[in-house]
């Protein structure tokens, strides 16, 4: 079955620090990837996908992530974090059959201090 | 930017009570989605629907929830009788089909609370 872990629940970094969110999948086939970002009380807000060809997608907001197919990641990367980056980041995969339901990860709560 | 359009923000109902958390995906998207987030928990998947029928659904998509499309536009969602369980963010997502169309967009949610 199709699962995805986000092994960190919180990560909290300075303001101006790199960032690594990290994300495993399970998936037979090739998966979609995905990043959300949910600020509290908000939506979920697309920040970059993955479907095929280069394997460093480029985001909004200055994300880009990276995906591994020989170790089934999908890590989320900035260079240097601002403090309205603080909010939960989700990790989805989408199956590329089927009517394509999106598998969320439990998701990783980011604090940025000053 | 076309959006999936959400109402209402927040509702508040007494249990037992029938909810209909209302949805307006993109236009020329053809599958849609509904899912839910409890408070501090993942989005978990509900239900897919396309081409005027439910394509998949999960165990939490149980006989108290049904979809529909009524008109052409707008996706519902109904919680017949409403369990205190049933409070979370509800969230409505339209998918278009294959290359740069392909990808979700989500509302912004629904959150329901059960009293």
């Known amino acids: 079955a199709q699962s995805v872990t986000q092994p960190d629940i919180h990560i909290t970094v300075s303001e101006g620090a790199s960032l690594e969110l990290r994300c495993n999948y399970s998936?037979?086939?090739?998966?979609?990837l995905f990043w959300y970002v949910q600020s509290p009380g908000q939506g979920l807000q697309l920040l970059l996908k993955?479907?095929?060809?280069?394997?460093l997608v480029q985001g909004i907001k200055g994300f880009e992530a990276e995906f591994k197919r020989s170790q089934s990641s999908f890590n989320l990367r900035k260079p240097s974090v601002h403090w309205s980056d603080a909010a939960e980041y989700f990790c989805?995969?989408?199956?590329?059959?089927?009517?394509?339901?999106?598998?969320f990860g439990a998701g990783t709560r980011l604090a940025v201090h000053p | 930017e076309p959006e999936v359009t959400q109402t209402p923000s927040h509702q508040v109902t007494q249990m037992g009570q029938e909810v209909i958390l209302r949805c307006v995906p993109i236009?020329?998207?053809?599958?849609f989605y509904w899912y839910r987030q409890i408070l501090g928990q993942k989005v978990e998947f509900l239900v897919s629907?396309?081409?005027?029928?439910?394509?998949?659904k999960s165990e939490i998509f149980d006989d108290q929830f049904s979809v529909e499309r009524p008109d052409g536009s707008n996706f519902t969602l109904k919680i017949r009788s409403t369990k205190l369980e049933d409070s979370a963010m509800y969230f409505c997502?339209?998918?278009?089909?294959?290359?740069?169309?392909?990808?979700?967009?989500f509302g912004s949610g629904t959150r329901l609370t059960v009293v």
């Open positions: 997502a339209s998918r278009g089909t294959g290359g740069s169309n392909y990808g979700y967009t």
């Open positions: 989805a995969v989408g199956t590329s059959g089927g009517y394509n339901k999106l598998i």
């Open positions: 998936y037979g086939a090739t998966p979609y």
């Open positions: 993955y479907f095929s060809g280069d394997t």
């Open positions: 629907f396309y081409n005027n029928e439910i394509s998949e």
């Open positions: 236009s020329n998207h053809l599958y």
